[in-house]
């Protein structure tokens, strides 16, 4: 004999991955002995169905299958539907009373037009029988003038009110269509065959895969008064599903299942002679990669990127059971905090931003590495602006920047000095002088890391030297061409770096780019 039973399964676990969610649903059956057919409802109408599984502890699977239906939702429709109706019918009698009340106007107000012109007809005859008297002549045509008005007044709002009375019937008109056509509801649910040996509880555990579910990381950094960092690393979880997950175990996975694996194309690699041509030289920016410190994300986060994991595929678990509604809106899942010291400083790099910016040092002493994704600042006022970070491994260093200082001003002035070539030579020199000044408007004292660059050839044909008589300081740029300046500025002062340098280039460069 073939038992069907109904089985109360709820979700107890989601893995979310980039685009997609791993479902678990468990729940306890009493089975009898044979076999039995067993029913799951609730699940999501998007799931697919070939990754659906299904396991009993205390027993064997014979098959699983998913079945979908539409659900129509018409409770309290009828009822509804003769409310609208009766008020539909009351609005269309408010309607036709004003249009016999129109038609009364505008027949009151063409007998005033013909009385009007009787009178002056009348007018006339007296006029030419020498019987006019004014006086009398006035107050008519006041009376006919003032009775005029009126009807134009109250012929004005019956048609406001017939307007009115026919908008609400358009309205009643558009709920009683939208009412013919009931709201309906997809719904899944599982169909599972299952043999027991003997009779007993068993736990029956469902998976599957759901579109419609993706996750993102999101910081918050709080600075505390003392100066440390207090920072947070939350899951943003967005789901669509039609299935609403209630107190669950979250868990986040960077893997990407979808994408397999496959060796790389390979393509021959042609080798060609050609003739040595003018030796054309250009400039480009180059970031000066690191490791850990320094690095700076490579994609705008303003397009919901992809997740980085920095080609180690982890899994993340949620600090505790969270609810996440079928709604498609973000909701914060908290995943790690932790607290760590913060060296902070001043730095003006003028090329990027003329204005010195607050710097924090920090290390990730949290559990998890961190991944990509936008950060909020947070201070004593608040909330401060938001910024960005790239993979920062465990104990890893990181530098955040929490805008500008209000109390600094930076103005920065860049010239380029007439080009010098001698006699007799095939090298042209061109100087550049760069002027950073920098106001401390405030009282306090304030430390301040100036920076700045030139360029670094990398042909013979291309020299670039600084001229450190007219450096501030003699300052010398290290291997990637960056100057760098510590100015201690007294509250209520001012100071100013300088920094010259000139370009060499050799008439048998084609072109190269000015500094800028």
Known sequence: MNHRIEVEAPVVAVTLHEDRAHVTRSGRVSLPAGRSTLRVEGLAPVLADKTLTAKLAGGVVLLANVERRVVVDDADRSERERALEAECERQGREVKIHDGVIARLVARQRSLETMEALELDELVQDVAWDRLDPEEVDQALERLDAAGRALIVE????????RQHEKTT???????AALATPSSTRRASATIRVDAEAAGEATLTIEYVVPAACWRPHHRAVMTPRGAIAWSMDASVWQNTGEDWDDVALAFSTERPSLGSAPPPLSSDVVRAIKKGPEIVETREQSVETAGLGRRATKELDDVPGIDDGGDPMRIRAAARATVPSDGRPHRVPVDAFESEADASLVL???????VILKTRLANAGAYPLLPGPVDLVQDSGLVGRTSIAYVARDEAFELGWGPDPELRVAREVRTLEDEKRVLSRWTKTPYVVEVHVSNIGTAPKRVEVTERVIVSEVEK??????????TDRAAPDADGFVRWTLDLPGASRRKVRLAYVIEQHDAVVSVARAS
């Open 155 to 162: 012929l004005a709002e019956a048609h406001r009110v017939r």
């Open 170 to 176: 358009a309205d009643l008109e558009a709920q009683r």
């Open 349 to 355: 790099m003028g090329e990027l931003v003329p204005a």
């Open 462 to 471: 291309v020299k670039v030297s600084v001229l450190p008589a007219k450096t």
